[in-house]
């Protein structure tokens, strides 16, 4: 079945210890806001071409947990995710703390914020870390898990520079 | 002031542009080539907290600079940022991923809300 594409995810680094992430959507933002809360929908996209979804919880109430595991297909290693929901406004904002498990200290705060017009929805996703240090490393293990894909990548990046 | 003859590295580059200023400098310089007299006022900067700005800026290789009569001007050189634009596109592309498999979620989801015309 052909999808159509809205575009590419855009990723910008506001300040030192932020990353936002931006992209637009052919769907009303009441669905992308499901999309994105249902467990079962989210097992669907998460994992990206990187690996598997292996458990997805999501307790989607204030103070209620979530977290997110993958098996990573190079390697096979797991890939988990957790944090706690602060703020939830349905299909507009969620507020959520972000643990990479396999960086435990570098805890970040995660804002989605959902605008609609004309059937489309602008998302865009804020993580506010705490440093810069930890800002950076995780650019870097999102880098990681790339790595098999990285030589397309950054064939890519050197035609865009051209 | 002697000019360092070293090759910077992808680090240089990094620290370089970890410092807000030195990004605003990148940013105001992203229109095109400019004077410094130019940049101090686009930033409400001192001169010399300006010129030691671009000075860590040449030193990388982020920015060049030339002299016309008696003007000095800075322009962008893409290339020594070239690694830090490698770095988020690659984290970009993950993201990229992830919103394509979510496209294909979603497109599921309104012909399912089309299909039975009721919002559950």
């Known amino acids: 079945m052909a999808v159509t594409s809205s575009g ?5 680094l506001p300040a030192d210890d932020q990353i936002l992430i931006t992209r637009e959507f052919d769907a009303p933002r009441d669905l992308v806001f499901k999309a994105w809360t249902t467990p079962e929908l989210v097992a669907r996209w998460w994992a990206g071409d990187r690996g598997k979804v292996t458990r997805i919880d999501i307790d989607l109430r204030v103070g209620g947990a979530w977290r997110y595991v993958m098996e990573a297909s190079d390697g096979g290693f797991e890939v988990a995710f957790h944090g706690e929901y602060r703020e939830i406004v349905p299909s507009e904002r ?3 703390t972000e643990v990479f498990e396999g960086m435990p200290d ?3 705060v995660d804002t989605l914020t959902l605008t609609e017009q004309d059937g489309r ?11 810069k240090e ?9 880098m990681e898990d790339g790595m098999q894909e990285a030589m397309d990548a950054l064939e890519q990046v050197a035609v865009s520079l051209r | 002031m002697p000019s360092v ?5 992808t680090a240089d580059a990094f620290n370089a542009v970890a410092e807000p200023r030195r990004r605003q400098i ?8 400019r004077p410094v007299n130019d940049l101090v006022h686009a930033l409400g900067m001192a001169q010399p907290q300006v010129s030691k700005h671009l000075r860590v800026l040449r030193e990388v290789g982020a920015v060049e600079v030339r002299d016309e009569g008696r003007q000095r001007l800075y322009r962008l050189n893409g290339h020594a940022l070239k690694p830090i634009h490698d770095w988020v596109k690659s984290y970009e592309r993950s993201w990229s991923e992830r ?19 009721s919002d559950e």
């Open chain 2, 99 to 117: 919103f394509n498999q979510l496209d294909a979620v979603l497109e599921e989801l309104k012909q399912k809300e089309q299909g039975d015309g």
């Open chain 2, 26 to 33: 990148l940013d105001a310089l992203a229109g095109g080539e």
């Open chain 2, 5 to 9: 003859a070293r090759a910077a590295t």
């Open chain 1, 8 to 12: 590419t995810a855009k990723v910008t």
């Open chain 1, 94 to 96: 969620l507020v959520t």
């Open chain 1, 134 to 142: 930890h800002r950076d490393a995780h650019i870097e293990s999102g």
């Open chain 1, 106 to 108: 570098a805890a970040a």
């Open chain 1, 121 to 131: 929805t602008q998302l865009s996703l804020l993580v506010q870390h705490t440093c």
